[in-house]
């Protein structure tokens, strides 16, 4: 729901590596990330054959799966900032592919003709944003000492991505890299390397009725945990949201009524300084209440980017503490 993008990507690479590997083997070749004949031969076509369709079922299984879980990056910045972001990595990654291939061969010896292929320097991109932005929920520990997250299986699907080739490490490395230049805005990059306004209306008009789902009922099963530890730890936290948001859902209904302003403070400590799922409601006193807390313009401006008002974007940072995570994920639910 509420990601064409990520579906089509999930689907059409998919469907086309699949019938490439079952029926239409003969083809193969044109799909071949091969260096040699886009640097020698001038044969630019072959980058995006090459660096679209993966020929390996394994690649095509593995980054299948991340390219699902990544879809919370289209919902949270919508499909046009989500593409500029893949084209921005793909075009990146792309010059950094061969950078890295003379580099291995200059210091190296390393003579590298060809390189895995698929759409992978854009999907190990958007583990920077993952790592940066995405908040990390202990779910439980292993033995004691090792703690399962929320993160752990998206890590574990990208070590499996990265050790299912010999030259993989060069896509990695440079999908990385472009995740970094993109994410961190050097050099303006995500202002050059966009899609235009005309030609994400073009896609949205033609495109994403095909691939737009339908938003999932309340009867849908919650999460994807393996045991039933994690299924329940998973059931508990959807409880909690849907707590909080009809707290917030109440305390916005009294100002409209009131004509005041939600006194989110009272809502979002308790939530902060939560240690387990099973602790009870407590609203602190006025005269505990905190100051409010100075609020980053740059974080407002990013808010604002995504479509919120500023006193809406003012006052959920300032209720959070200044988590710009906190305070995204639940203006996005209101």
């Known amino acids: 729901d509420k990601a064409p993008l990520s579906k089509s990507l999930l689907l059409v690479p998919s469907a086309i590596s699949i019938l490439l590997t079952l029926l239409f083997q003969h083809y193969q070749k044109f799909f071949t990330y091969n260096l040699q004949a886009i640097k ?3 044969q630019i076509w072959r980058l995006v054959c090459g660096r679209t369709i993966c020929l390996d079922l394994k690649d095509t299984f593995c980054s299948s799966l991340l390219i699902y879980n990544f879809r919370i990056f289209e919902r949270r910045y919508g499909s046009r900032k989500f593409s500029s972001f893949l084209l921005g990595a793909w075009m990146l990654s792309a010059l950094f592919d061969l950078l890295l291939v003379e580099i291995a061969e200059y210091i190296f010896g390393i003579t590298i ?9 854009p999907v190990f991109a958007l583990f920077v944003p993952f790592y940066s932005s995405i908040p990390r929920v202990q779910v439980t520990q292993v033995l004691g000492h090792f703690s399962i997250t929320n993160k752990t299986l998206v890590y574990i699907l990208g070590l499996q991505l990265l050790t299912s080739g010999s030259y993989i490490w060069i896509l990695a490395l ?3 890299v472009s995740g970094i230049c993109y994410n961190s805005s050097i050099l303006k990059v995500h202002r050059i390397l966009c899609v235009p306004s005309w030609v994400a209306k073009i896609f949205s008009w033609t495109l994403e009725p095909i691939f737009s789902s339908a938003e999932p009922t309340n009867e849908v099963r919650v999460g994807m945990g393996a045991t039933v530890d994690i299924q329940r730890q998973q059931r508990m936290e959807l409880l909690d949201r849907q707590i909080m948001m009809s707290q917030v859902a109440q305390m916005r209904r009294q100002r409209q009524q009131q004509g005041g302003m939600i006194n989110w403070n009272r809502l979002f400590p308790p939530l902060r300084h939560r240690h387990n799922a099973n602790y009870q409601d407590h609203h602190p006193s006025e005269q505990d209440t905190p100051p409010p807390t100075e609020v980053s313009e740059e974080q407002v ?4 980017e995504m479509g919120f008002s500023r006193g809406d974007a003012l006052e959920a940072l300032r209720a959070s503490n200044n988590d710009l995570n906190v305070a995204t994920n639940f203006l996005l639910q209101h």
């Open 113 to 121: 003709n060809s390189l895995p292929s698929g759409f992978l320097g």
């Open 40 to 42: 020698e031969d001038f």
């Open 174 to 176: 440079s999908g990385l």
């Open 301 to 304: 401006a990013r808010l604002m």
